[in-house]
């Protein structure tokens, strides 16, 4: 129960900023949003890290298998991407 404590924290936090990113009209994801929301709260202290600690550190662990499906698709569009490499690196 207390790792769904703190995942609904982290998870309310990430809302939070999917709402400044739908309310402000500034060019910016709504994921960092979240992360300067989290960043401020913890600095803060209104967040403390014991709340969300355990949590954020199985979701930091379980990472890498994330990037599976897009190194993946990647791997398989390979040939498409070789004649467009240099836009790319430019961008």
């Known amino acids: 129960m207390k790792y769904l ?3 609904m924290i982290i998870m309310a936090v ?4 999917e709402l400044l990113n739908r309310l402000l009209p500034l060019p910016v994801p709504g994921s960092v949003y979240g992360l300067l929301i989290m960043f401020l709260c913890l600095a803060s202290g ?13 979701l930091i662990r379980v990472m890498p298998a994330l990037f ?3 190194c993946v698709s990647l791997m398989t569009m390979g040939g498409d991407l070789a004649g467009k490499l240099i836009p790319i690196l430019a961008v």
């Open 46 to 58: 209104l967040i403390k890290l014991e709340q969300v600690e355990e949590a954020g550190t199985f």
């Open 14 to 17: 990430s809302f939070a900023g």
């Open 5 to 7: 404590k703190q995942l």
């Open 68 to 70: 599976i499906g897009p």
